[in-house]
């Protein structure tokens, strides 16, 4: 393996029906119209020298360094800046060009440092390289005058040019006397991340990068590496390669955090990671990355791995290290003793988003073919399963419409129950870019996240609803575009079931929900609705993207079905630019669902009682399977409590942390008398497990993830398992114990069984997957290449279905004893429970969760900035500082659930989704006051951080 090479054009390819012809160096080339003459060049395998330029950036002329001669042209214009026209006739090479090249980069060395060799980009460095290019030999100036190189003169006399490095940030070090002020950092920042953190102060000579008056570390910066990737010296570099050095090969893999599944370079030495870079393939980032995915995989090696077998028999012994054969044996005769004990459905697993596919297929396989059930369920349960249920019943699919650059062609932009800027920041740079370039926003959301106003991003509307109540407003959205006579009624006739419409529009036309009515329950006054709704009706392609705060409610399944409602009455489904996007948590919760997670459902989201179906699989799999559907997750906890529930197979999820009512969830654990938990950390969940398989981090697997856009992309293993085995062998050896024979050779083989078995899949291999980068399901041979937008010419589902979505107040009320309402979310720099994040040096930005209050709430309880406070609601306590801030409206606070100390979910309720049983994680009833001391829970809980999380026996280790 080598290290990868990515072509870098100088700058952007553009794309144009229209083409220009031109002559470079005696050679015809045609390009599309609005190429540069660089980039025409480079197309040819002719490289002219830049250092200012590169093809994630705008051209911008400043390092005078890529000149190029044009017959009938005056002078020597920059090649990065002049678009290539028909006729030209271009010269990238004479004396002249030669004679000015060098001694432009004689100017740039003779106030650089001369420390090649000891250099941290030694190997790496475009400086270095085109210094090279231009064949410079000697450097006629010196350094006796003004520079920014050395910290003294020769005087001995402090140099007022020189500054030090700046080393605040965890990740990269920033050294300004290696700077060439090429702005490439600053242009990333403002391009490509869209932050618009760094600046050049000063003029002329004086001009230095600066990431505001401030270091790295305190200065908007969000840490996403672009301006790192950018830079093409030593001076923003990473700082492993600092302390390791260059790295020798590469394997492009996908990221393991959030749904937007970014493709990146994993480069190595030997097999040790060095850095990730994104990958300008990746179709899901093109090469752009955030702070976790770029910088905060550090956890995989993290000495807190747990990578032997290790079993017990209460939960109060501890662990005990043994072999892969005494803990398999121990699971499958535990399993196989309660199944005979207490019957067929009394045991049951839930599978990982955080797992590949072919993990996954294996675990609901195990399932319904070793415990001859359908008790099997996935993390999708608590976040996006009504997306399922909604979609699904309104378009005919279970997942979103849109691939992500459809954004660059949308007009207006809905964001309802998404933070995008935290949860899924790569997408957030591409919509704030599509912002920039003209586009509408509406945000609908009851906090001011960052996208209602940031540097050159403004909403048109903040519609800052109260909490459980996007019904109400969503309903009064329709209200106005059928009294008003916005529906786009061509669209609606051709492509959708008119009985419905009819009825629907019936429904919504009715006064209770129009925007006065519905302002006593959402707050939002009635006058911006109504401006919301004719924008988002009448300003062009209008695109809805949305995330957990639509999902996690009583509601959630409705709301989305409202959504559907009004986006198929404007007609914005089916093209570019307009949709219904769920913008998905976890790198592979999309396809845990689509590999058959859910207690009803096979692969493909096909009903288990289908018998045509079913047969299909009991032909493949040769055993019979069951037709009634399984339990979900609070069914198997609440029959654990019940005493009938008493077996429980984990894969990679930390419920006892990020399941709703904690205590109720650990006392479901508690009941049970085998759970087996395979993760790579003694979780919150581990606590009360009897048997341990160590996992795989992400760097150790070869499969597939499927992102939020339903695109399948490889996840190839940079390293070997730390545990000695795959996971996917571990079901398979854990299958064969409970005596169900599986046998694979390769996860490829299990796609090609998925693919078998799933209509969506039937095109997927991972050969077409290797030469593709990715495809989009459905893959099939209607689809060979994959599906990009979904519904384009009719519905899945064949019309589209709208629905009645009436408004029905959530049971969790506020009153005299809680009278504020809690909602939770997300932080950029944390994720999910925080097993990997904390793991990192993440925990510099984000070393706690607290509670977001307003001031007015904050000043009646007598509440300071910084103070502990008691957050109580009808299932418990906890206690964590407050945070006065003034993104929340008075009546309601926020805070996150990172942190398995503070125990967020103690205070999240039993309420759920009336169709999925999806927690109602985003409205609790609750009351905040001062404090001195933890809560019971939490005390409790550190106590048993210790106690339940010992391990006595170790064994040795092979070398040993």
């Not at 949305?546 to 996690?552: H, P, R």
């Not at 998925?754 to 077409?768: E, N, Q, W």
């Not at 964590?880 to 999240?908: C, W």
Request: charged share 25%.
């Amino acid at each position: 393996m080598a290290l990868i090479k990515e072509i870098d054009y100088g700058t952007p390819i553009r794309l144009s029906d229209k083409t220009v012809t031109l002559t470079i160096d005696g050679q015809s080339i045609t390009v599309p119209a609005g190429t540069s003459v660089m980039a025409a060049a480079m197309s040819m395998g002719t490289a002219i020298p830049k250092l200012c330029a590169t093809d994630s950036l705008e051209p911008f002329g400043s390092c005078r360094l890529c000149l190029v001669e044009i017959e009938g042209r005056r002078g020597t214009p920059a090649s990065c800046t002049t678009p290539a026209e028909d006729g030209m006739v271009v010269r990238t090479q004479s004396e002249n060009l030669s004679s000015l090249r060098k001694g432009v980069m004689e100017l740039y060395i003779s106030d650089h440092p001369l420390d090649c060799l000891t250099c941290s980009a030694n190997g790496d460095c475009e400086l270095q390289d085109m210094a090279g290019a231009v064949g410079l030999r000697e450097v006629r100036y010196g350094y006796d005058g003004e520079n920014h190189v050395f910290a003294k003169g020769k005087d001995g006399e402090a140099n007022a040019n020189w500054l030090a490095k700046d080393t605040s940030n965890p990740y990269f070090t920033y050294d300004p006397s290696k700077c060439i002020v090429c702005n490439r950092c600053v242009r990333a920042c403002e391009e490509v991340q869209g932050t618009f953190a760094l600046t050049i102060t000063g003029r002329g000579f004086e001009s230095r990068v600066a990431a505001g008056p401030t270091d790295f570390l305190g200065s908007e910066c969000v840490s996403c590496g672009a301006c790192v990737q950018a830079c093409p010296t030593a001076t923003l570099i990473e700082n492993k390669v600092i302390e390791h050095g260059q790295p020798e090969h590469s394997v492009v893999t996908t990221c393991a955090y959030c749904g937007v599944g970014c493709s990146f370079k994993a480069e190595m030495q030997g097999d040790r990671v060095i850095r990730m870079v994104p990958s300008k393939d990746g179709q899901a980032n093109e090469g752009h990355s955030c702070v976790k995915g770029r910088f905060a995989w550090g956890y995989a090696t993290h000495k807190d791995r747990i990578t032997k077998p290790m079993i017990r028999d209460r939960i109060t012994d501890p662990w005990r290290e043994v072999s892969w054969e005494e803990a398999i044996g121990k699971a499958a005769s535990e399993f196989k003793r309660i199944q005979a004990t207490y019957g067929r459905v009394s045991v049951g697993a839930i599978t990982s988003s955080r797992c590949t596919n072919e993990e996954v297929f294996l675990v609901q396989k195990l399932v319904r073919a070793a415990f001859r059930n359908n008790n099997v369920d996935t993390c999708a349960r608590v976040c996006h399963s009504p997306t399922g249920y909604g979609l699904r019943t309104t378009l005919g699919t279970s997942a979103g419409t849109q691939d992500f650059k459809s954004v660059a062609k949308a007009d207006v932009i809905l964001i309802i129950g998404a933070n995008p800027t935290d949860g899924h920041p790569v997408f957030a740079s591409r919509m704030k870019k599509r912002i920039r370039e003209g586009a509408r926003l509406i945000v609908a959301d009851p906090r001011r996240i960052d996208m209602v106003r940031s540097p050159h991003v403004e909403a048109d509307h903040h519609l800052a609803l109260k909490p459980g109540t996007n019904v109400a407003l969503l309903n009064a959205l329709s209200h106005v575009v059928v009294t008003e006579g916005l529906i786009d009624e061509a669209y609606v006739r051709e492509r959708c079931d008119l009985g419905d419409f009819e009825h629907w529009a019936r429904f919504v036309a009715r006064e209770e929900n129009s925007p006065e009515a519905s302002e006593q329950y959402t707050g939002v006054p009635a006058a911006e609705v109504r401006a919301a709704a004719r924008l988002y009706a009448t300003g062009g392609n209008a695109a809805i993207y949305y995330g957990l705060g639509v999902t996690e409610h009583s509601q959630g399944s409705t709301t989305v079905m409202a959504m559907a409602n009004l986006a198929m009455a404007t007609g914005n489904i089916g093209r570019e630019g307009v949709g219904i996007n769920p913008l998905r948590g976890q790198n592979n919760v999309q396809g845990s669902c689509d590999m058959g997670s859910f207690p009803h459902e096979f692969s493909g989201y096909r009903h288990v009682s289908d018998d045509s179906t079913r047969q299909v699989f009991e032909m493949l799999w040769g055993v019979p399977l069951d037709a009634e559907q399984g339990m979900r997750i609070p069914n198997m906890l609440d029959e654990a409590v019940g005493g009938t529930f008493k077996g429980l197979y984990i894969q990679g999820e930390d419920i006892a942390q990020s399941d709703p009512n904690t205590q109720h969830v650990t006392a479901g654990l508690a009941a049970m008398e085998c759970v087996v938990i395979q993760d790579i950390f003694l979780n919150e969940t581990a606590k009360y497990a009897h048997v341990f398989l160590p996992g795989a981090s992400f760097l150790e697997k070869d499969g597939t993830f499927t992102n939020a856009e339903r695109r399948i992309n490889r996840v190839r293993q940079v390293m070997a398992p730390l545990s000695g085995k795959d996971e996917w062998q571990v079901t398979v050896e854990l299958s064969r114990a409970l005596g169900y024979e599986m046998s694979y050779r390769h996860p490829g083989e299990i796609m090609d069984e998925i693919a078998r078995l799933t209509p969506s899949f039937a095109g997927v291999s991972y050969d077409k997957l290797d030469k593709l980068g990715s495809v989009q399901w459905p893959c099939n041979e209607k689809a060979p290449v994959g599906t990009p937008l979904m519904h384009v010419d009719r519905f899945v589902r064949g019309k589209g279905k709208f629905m009645i979505t009436e408004y029905v107040p959530t049971e969790e009320r506020t009153g005299p004893r809680f009278p504020l309402l809690l909602t939770t979310g997300r932080i950029l720099s944390q994720y999910n429970v925080g097993a990997q994040t904390r793991r990192t040096e993440n925990g510099v930005w984000h070393d706690e969760d607290v509670l977001e209050i307003h001031p007015f709430d904050a000043e009646s309880r007598g509440i300071r900035d910084g103070d502990l406070v008691a957050l109580a609601s009808r299932s418990g306590e906890i206690a964590l500082r407050a945070e006065i801030s003034e993104r929340m409206q008075p009546g309601v606070v926020y805070t996150t659930f990172h942190h398995a100390k503070t125990g967020a979910n103690v205070i999240t309720t039993d309420f759920s989704d009336w169709a999925t049983n999806c927690p109602e994680y985003k409205v609790t009833a609750v009351e905040v006051r001062r404090t001195n001391a933890w809560s019971a829970w939490q005390e409790k809980n550190f106590e048993e951080d210790v106690t339940l999380r010992r391990i006595a026996e170790r064994l040795p280790d092979a070398a040993e």
